[in-house]
């Protein structure tokens, strides 16, 4: 009997161990699967994860060399481009100031040319009034007609010394008609020295009195047209008409001067006050023209400095020098 109740008790006990402690054990072995598989599904996860990054890096580092290669790339283009159009803009204005130059050069020709035709104008006139006068002296000396002579006189015999012709016929004094019938020209004026009279005009000048500095180079140019010192003298006169506002009288002596006298002293001082002068009328581009011309023509001069900066302070750019 006491070995069944200990069966018993034994069966009795070993069925509430069961129902108590079974399902806990078997609820630990299920939650220790599943935080298995979660912790393997976590592992494969960071697994892909770093495999993922690992991918991520390497294109991206593939990404960078490229953008790097590419920004190189953009860097040399950008520095030849520059290289480039730094010899474009040099070679655009070197050719600028070469055509510049070769348009100056060509004015400056076509200045010469015209200077040189005045001149043998002006020799021609020269020639042609020497030969007018020659023709004059040589009508004046001509002999009276046969038969003709003084009254009292037979033909043959010469009027006595000292004696004046008179009578019918014979000259009553000076622009009376000769014997032929052409007048005799009262005796020429004579000129006054050349240097003394440019000098005098000078002094004049310089003190202001201008009306007889005036009539001093007037009779310079007058009696000496083809002497380099009436280039000096025309220049004073366009000096004179410049300070009485004169200035299209002005030019006009400055051309002569430029024109005739070329190669004179005052030919860089006429032509830079013959650009004053058209620029003091309003003629602005004839007046740069002139100013700019002088300096091609005459670039190391002191006239040539004070155009430089006549057209610095107008705004307009000048030509360089070659």
């Given at each position: 009997m006491r070995i069944s109740v200990a069966i018993r008790n034994r069966?009795?006990?070993?069925?509430?161990?069961g129902l108590v402690f079974l399902p806990t054990a078997q609820r630990a072995c299920a939650v220790s699967k599943e935080m298995v598989q979660l912790q393997t599904e976590v592992q494969q996860l960071l697994d892909q994860v770093q495999r993922l990054q690992s991918t991520l890096d390497t294109k991206m580092g593939v990404l960078q060399n490229l953008a790097q290669q590419t920004t190189d790339e953009a860097n040399q283009m950008t520095a030849a481009v520059s290289a480039i159009q730094q010899k474009l803009n040099a070679q655009g204005d070197a050719t600028g100031s070469k055509l510049d130059g070769m348009s100056g050069q060509v004015q400056s020709l076509n200045d010469s040319v015209d200077e040189l035709k005045a001149r043998i104008a002006?020799?021609?006139?020269?020639?042609?009034?020497?030969?007018?006068?020659?023709?004059?002296?040589q009508a004046q000396a001509a002999p009276a007609q046969p038969g003709v002579g003084?009254?009292?006189?037979?033909p043959g015999t010469a009027p006595a010394?000292?004696?004046?012709?008179?009578g019918p016929g014979m000259p009553a004094g000076p622009g009376a008609p000769s014997a032929t019938g052409t007048p005799v020209a009262p005796m020429a004026q004579q000129a006054p020295p050349l240097d003394e009279t440019l000098q005098s005009g000078e002094r004049d000048y310089s003190a202001g009195r201008y009306d007889v500095a005036r009539g001093e180079f007037q009779d310079v140019v007058?009696?000496?047209?083809?002497?380099?010192?009436?280039?000096?003298?025309?220049f004073y006169l366009g000096e004179i008409a410049y300070q009485r506002k004169d200035y299209a009288g002005a030019i006009g002596n400055f051309n002569q001067v430029l024109e005739e006298f070329s190669g004179n002293i005052?030919?860089?001082?006429a032509q830079l006050h013959k650009g004053y002068a058209l620029l003091a009328e309003d003629k602005r581009a004839e007046g740069i023209h002139e100013l700019r011309s002088l300096i091609q023509r005459h670039p190391q001069?002191?006239?040539?400095?004070?155009?430089?900066s006549k057209l610095n302070g107008m705004g307009v750019r000048i030509v360089p020098a070659h």
């Open positions: 069966l009795l006990g070993a069925a509430v161990f002006k020799l021609d006139k020269a020639m042609q009034d020497m030969q007018t006068q020659l023709q004059t002296m003084p009254a009292g006189a037979t010394a000292g004696a004046v012709p008179s007058h009696y000496y047209p083809l002497d380099n010192q009436a280039g000096t003298a025309l005052k030919a860089p001082a001069t002191p006239e040539a400095h004070a155009a430089r």
